[in-house]
């Protein structure tokens, strides 16, 4: 299983910048997928997640409003928009699949990605 996140960078606030994630080596379509992050000192924490089917998002507070995640089952890709910028969401954005159980629980989770850097100044 491999997930590749990029699109990563260094941003202003108030900027915008859109993560994706191409997934390998399982079944994509038949995966809820998510975004989490780990700002610098920092526990990991659920961003969002589009079940299979995308028949419905789920956002963390910090996220809803601003972000927003959708797939590509044809490509195998996951995406996170996020808009309005600030510089809390700096961090290290992690995609992730196949949860085994609560969305919100980052060990729920089989499959991480390495990360992309999402640094925003102010």
């Known amino acids: 299983v491999q997930l590749q996140a990029s699109g990563g960078g260094l941003v202003q606030a108030g900027d915008s910048l859109r993560l994706s994630c191409v997934a390998s080596g399982f079944t994509f379509s038949g995966s809820d997928m998510g975004w989490f992050r780990q700002g610098p000192g920092k526990e990991r924490e659920f961003v969002a997640v589009?079940?299979?089917?995308?028949?419905?998002?789920y956002y963390s507070d910090s996220a809803q409003g601003r972000f927003t995640i959708s797939r590509d089952d044809g490509k195998n890709t996951v995406y996170l928009q996020m808009n309005n910028l600030e510089p809390e969401d700096t961090a290290v954005y992690y995609c992730t699949a196949e949860p085994v159980g609560n969305y919100y629980v980052s060990r729920m989770w089989n499959y991480w990605g390495r990360g992309t850097q999402v640094t925003v100044s102010s």
């Open positions: 589009i079940p299979r089917g995308a028949t419905s998002t």
